[in-house]
């Protein structure tokens, strides 16, 4: 990927309103399907978490492949994971030194136990292209329709971009529902609209995991 940055974003300091909270966690394995069981856990310590659209959880998933090992993909297949793994979730500056009761905690996303360790901030990333794996928009349509959806809820958030890009579908367990998401990449972003995107997101259902982006290689 030939990647070229703008003379003026080379200042670019980037705001802390909104951050990534990394967690430790002793957990050796997790459903692939467990964004609905783990932010209802993540939610019985934080009553609070998910009130707001800029507070997300980031589904764990792992690699994608390592020594011919590739990630499974069925919902109730196992993740195996490794220490190196952390529960990581987007937050408001305000709202992270509430979110430290999860250290100390053990949740039970599934019946799999994870034991939930310090926690870390990070700044969200100063990038050009971002990717969501999982974002809901309007149910059982087509790539098209879905796109036409995604540009316009860009377009309302005030972000530049010159492609859009629709990946693959995945379906996401919701109590007894099932809802369709699809991966969505958004390039040649600038610095401070890539910034305003990982702040917002789009679509519901961030506390799922869905609507949240990141940079293309990220935790």
Request: charged share 25%.
């Amino acid at each position: 990927m030939y990647w070229q940055e703008e003379v003026d974003e080379q200042q670019f300091i980037v705001p802390d309103r909104v951050i990534n909270l990394l967690f430790r966690i002793d957990c050796p394995t997790l459903p692939v399907d467990h964004a609905w069981g783990l932010s209802r856990e993540i939610q019985r310590v934080l009553p609070w978490f998910g009130e707001e659209p800029t507070e997300g959880l980031h589904i764990i998933h792992g690699a994608d492949s390592g020594n011919g090992w590739e990630r499974p993909q069925a919902s109730n297949d196992l993740l195996y994971l490794s220490r190196r793994v952390k529960l990581v979730l987007r937050l408001p500056r305000a709202r992270v030194e509430s979110a430290q009761a999860l250290s100390g905690e053990t949740l039970n996303p599934g019946g799999h136990r994870m034991a939930v360790g310090k926690a870390k901030p990070r700044s969200l990333g100063t990038t050009n292209f971002l990717y969501s794996r999982y974002v809901v928009g309007p149910q059982r349509t087509g790539e098209d329709e879905f796109l036409d959806w995604a540009v316009k809820e860009l377009t309302a958030l005030g972000v530049s971009f010159k492609k859009i890009l629709c990946g693959k579908s995945c379906s996401l367990s919701r109590g007894g529902e099932k809802l369709e998401t699809r991966s969505l990449l958004v390039a040649n972003l600038s610095f401070q609209d890539a910034i305003t995107l990982q702040e917002s997101g789009i679509g519901p259902h961030r506390s799922m995991g869905c609507g949240l982006f990141v940079p293309q290689k990220s935790f």
